[in-house]
Every structure is written in structure tokens, then in C-alpha cells.
């Protein structure tokens, strides 16, 4: 998985209770994303982060925050899990050395009960 | 937001056969990527193809940039090329966009 690592790779919780998940990358790249993953839906981006501490939303970022404290790791929390946030989240990362190219991180499979 | 349709959405084929999938986009882009997700769920960047033709093997993908579409291109299938096939594009702005958007994708089953 090109030195990307998420964890926990699944998990199981009860709804109201807080999670988080999170990416770790060795490859020394800027840019970092979380998209879900639903059918019917393909992937769509909750949020990204252009370097340490700048982050943004993306097209589905309600109920979820972020935070980059170093470049290697870029987390993903859910104050207060709900039944619709069940879903199977990814991680990516891309250098932008002349283009955006994605490489993605095997996944984490949340269910929210 | 930029729409990405991909066609068909289903696909099943023998093995050895030969298909072709699209991708239409609504808006002008600077990037647009192919990626295979196979049964297990693991992500593979195919193509980083914003204009012209690339090929890999059997798979090479064509982006026609001017009239806002992409095929790829899968000659004689094996069982191994099945699962969802995704198109993603990043809209091309004034400035730097960094988000990709993602196709519904489409499901190629291979059959023996």
C-alpha cells in the first residue's frame, strides 16, 4: 500500500460514542484525504489536508472532523457516531509533484450499531 | 460541483472478451485518473490520464479532454481484471483544487 497504513482496519461501535480512525503514510506526502465509500454512492471526499494543520471539507464532511499535527498522520474523528456514518473509509495520498495521483490505503470498515 | 457519470454500470463478460468502459464529465478538468478496486477492497491507480492515450498491457485508457469523456479499454479479460473500475476528475480552476471527484464506477464481472 506504498507506506500507507490505517487503523483500526475495522470496528464495530454502538451510536453516540466517539471514534476515531487514522492514517499514517512513510512516503513524505503533502497531501492527505479520507473518503467514504457507500453503494450506490462510490467514493466521496469528507475532508483533505495540504500540509500540517491545514485542512479542509469536502463534500461530505458533516459530523466528522480532522487533524494533521504531523505530516505523516492525518485522523479522522466522529464526535458521536450514527447509524449513517457506517461505512468503509479510505485514506489517500498525493505528493501534487506536478499532478494530483492518488494512492489509496486498504481501507477501514466502520459499523456504527 | 462537477458531475462524473460511468457507463455501463454493470458489465459481465466471458473470458477473453474484449470492453470498453466510459466516463463522462461536466466541466473542464486538468486530471483525470483510473482506478480498479478489486474484490477485496484494495484501491490500484490504473491511469493518471487527463488528455491522450496511455496503455498498460491489456488495459489502456483514452481521454478526450476537449469533448469531456474517457474509455478504458480492457482487451482479452482475465477473472483477475474483475471488480469496480472508477473514473475521477479534478476540476480545472483559477487556482489549485486538490479534490478528486469519483465516478459511481462500474462493476466488470469476468466469468471463466
Known amino acids: 500500500d506504498a507506506g500507507i497504513t490505517q487503523s483500526p482496519r475495522h470496528k464495530v461501535t454502538e451510536t453516540g460514542t466517539p471514534v476515531t480512525l487514522r492514517c499514517h503514510q512513510t512516503e513524505n506526502h503533502r497531501y492527505m484525504y479520507w473518503y467514504r465509500q457507500d453503494p450506490g454512492h462510490g467514493l466521496r471526499l469528507i475532508h483533505y489536508s495540504y500540509g500540517v494543520k491545514d485542512t479542509d471539507k469536502g463534500e461530505v464532511s458533516d459530523g466528522y472532523s480532522v487533524s494533521r499535527s504531523k505530516t505523516e498522520d492525518f485522523l479522522l474523528t466522529l464526535e458521536s457516531a450514527t447509524s449513517s456514518q457506517t461505512s468503509v473509509y479510505f485514506c489517500?495520498?498525493?505528493?501534487?509533484?506536478?499532478?494530483?495521483?492518488?494512492?489509496f490505503g486498504a481501507g477501514s470498515r466502520l459499523t456504527v450499531l | 460541483g462537477i458531475q462524473v457519470e460511468q457507463s455501463p454500470p454493470d458489465l459481465i463478460l466471458q473470458e477473453g472478451a474484449n470492453s470498453t468502459l466510459r466516463c463522462n464529465f461536466s466541466?473542464?478538468?486538468?486530471?483525470l485518473q483510473w482506478f480498479h478496486q478489486n474484490p477485496w477492497g484494495q484501491l490500484i491507480n490504473l491511469f493518471y490520464i487527463p488528455s491522450g492515450t496511455k496503455q498498460n498491457g491489456r488495459l489502456s485508457a483514452t481521454t478526450v479532454a476537449t469533448e469531456r469523456y474517457s474509455l478504458l479499454y480492457i482487451s482479452s479479460s482475465q477473472t483477475t481484471d474483475s471488480g469496480v473500475y472508477f473514473c475521477?476528475?479534478?476540476?480545472?480552476?483559477?487556482?489549485?483544487?486538490?479534490?478528486?471527484?469519483f465516478g459511481k464506477g462500474t462493476l466488470l464481472t469476468v466469468n471463466p
Open positions: 489517500a495520498i498525493s505528493d501534487y509533484a506536478g499532478a494530483n495521483v492518488l494512492t
Open positions: 475521477a476528475v479534478e476540476l480545472r480552476s483559477g487556482g489549485s483544487n486538490y479534490k478528486l471527484t
Open positions: 466541466d473542464s478538468v486538468n486530471n
